[in-house]
């Protein structure tokens, strides 16, 4: 079926920022409901940010709120996503996701809702 994949992780220095990048195989990324998860060592993955695109909307976790964007390129199909200030604690595997309804706001956190998973790519702050 459809695949996501992701780019953009790498080992970086707290404070320092780092852009993740997410193209579907199939579909624009304005069909989908998309957004990006993470799942940090010994826990359970966490919403980031997702969006049903419409009238530019964005949800935020708390951890993301003030530091990281998600975007769109409608150019390039491609969802971005843009971390600032990252601390160690957002080491984790970040993953794209991508479901085919038009989620509701109180689904955004639920992992099962989305049908589409990338494979993920690790982000590490340490110093």
């Known amino acids: 079926q459809v695949q996501l994949v992701e780019s953009g992780g790498g080992v970086v220095q707290p404070g320092a920022s780092l852009r993740l990048s997410c193209v579907p195989s199939q579909g624009t990324i304005r069909s989908y409901t998309m957004g990006w998860f993470r799942q940090a060592p010994g826990k359970e993955p966490e919403i980031v940010a997702a969006?049903?695109?419409?009238?530019?909307?964005?949800y935020y976790g708390t951890s993301a709120k003030g530091r990281f964007i998600m975007s769109g390129d409608n150019s390039k199909n491609t969802v971005n996503l843009q971390m600032n200030s990252l601390k160690p604690e957002d080491t984790a595997v970040y993953y794209c996701v991508a479901s085919r309804s038009r989620l509701i706001t109180s689904s955004y956190p639920l992992r099962d809702q989305y049908e589409y998973w990338g494979q993920g790519t690790q982000v590490t702050v340490s110093s």
């Open positions: 969006t049903r695109w419409t009238g530019g909307n964005i």
